[in-house]
């Protein structure tokens, strides 16, 4: 449940109502200086900065810089305030502070990118997103997590202008492909005449060698692709127990790397069908194979394409790390 209080009526009319939801049901507060405190219980409350500052009072009033260990120490007081499980400080384009009560260990969320479009709307956007994560049953940090991000997506753009239908679109100039567009990202490099190249494997628990084969994979091209197992494809290559993270953790993790322009998750036991959809003009594996040893070679071989086999870096593997692993906590 989402509540907006601008203190004209509505939600004072049904306090006693909101209070009893909050023993049930999640329940997101948005509070306003003209409106009344939060129900106790609530799961998140998420005044801005200026709000939570003036709901403090004249209590915390030593602290007079931006901090984030400010902000929250602000949220915590007002949690301990309201009976709030948490409070989110938002901060416009750094971000949030998610604070509990009694609780020196705070959690801050910056902001993915800093946008300087109208941040009005932002703030019922992250309430909202907030909202839905806690009703799918996420926690305080994942619902502002996310709610941090869709806030700053709306920013970015265009908040509230970009919906007003009688408004013209922006004007907008050309752009760079996504980076997770794979086939966009082929195209744009293709018409400049670059060399796309692509990388697969497991890349279960990513370590220093993946990471020197990939980087060294961008090297040979343009641009690089990696091609993921999904997880019933590990699952079928190396047994039960495998992969330790998700295909959405993987791919997530590889996308971060800056040697990494875009990921495509692959469903069967080699990325062939993949590879004739995307059709790279390298195809680059790593670890002790030879070329002729690859069935992807073949299919490159179609088109006209090279294959490239790099090492990885010496005494670094995902079987070793989870042996380790496994041999500290036995």
């Not at 127990?241 to 495509?264: E, H, K, Q, W, Y």
């Not at 070329?291 to 088109?303: I, S």
């Amino acid at each position: 449940m989402l509540v907006a209080d601008y203190g004209q009526g509505v939600a004072a009319a049904v306090r006693d109502l909101l209070g009893e939801a909050a023993r049930r049901v999640p329940v997101v507060w948005d509070p306003h200086p003209r409106g009344l405190p939060p129900v106790p219980g609530a799961r998140l409350v998420t005044p801005n900065e200026r709000e939570a500052k003036l709901f403090c009072g004249g209590a915390l009033s030593d602290l007079d810089d931006d901090s984030p260990h400010t902000h929250s120490r602000r949220g915590a007081l007002l949690a301990e305030r309201w009976g709030a499980a948490s409070v989110a400080v938002t901060l416009g384009g750094r971000g949030a502070v998610l604070a509990r009560a009694h609780c020196d260990d705070p959690l801050y969320v910056p902001a993915a990118a800093g946008h300087d479009g109208d941040p009005c709307g932002a703030g019922d956007c992250f309430a909202a997103t907030a909202a839905t994560v806690l009703a799918d049953g996420g926690l305080p940090s994942d619902a502002v997590g996310r709610a941090t991000e869709a806030a700053t997506c709306f920013v970015g753009d265009g908040g509230l202008a970009a919906l007003a239908p009688w408004r013209e679109p922006p004007r907008v100039t050309a752009a760079p492909p996504p980076a997770g567009d794979a086939r966009t990202l082929i195209e744009a490099v293709r018409s400049r005449g670059g060399t796309v190249v692509a990388a697969g494997g497991c890349f279960d628990l990513l370590h220093a060698g993946h990471v020197q084969f990939l980087e060294n994979a961008r090297r040979t091209g343009d641009c690089l692709i990696v091609c993921v197992n999904s997880d019933a494809s590990v699952r079928r290559l190396k047994g039960r127990g495998r992969p330790f993270n998700t295909a959405a953790d993987r791919i997530r993790v590889l996308s971060g790397l800056g040697c990494v322009d875009a990921v495509v998750e692959f469903d069967e036991d080699t990325p062939e069908a993949l590879l004739r959809r995307l059709r790279p003009d390298v195809w680059v594996k790593g670890g002790d194979y030879s070329v002729r040893d690859l069935p992807e070679a073949a299919a490159l071989r179609e088109w006209g394409g090279q294959t490239l086999v790099l090492p990885y870096l010496d005494g670094r593997s995902t079987t070793e790390l989870a042996r380790r692993a496994a041999y500290v906590t036995s």
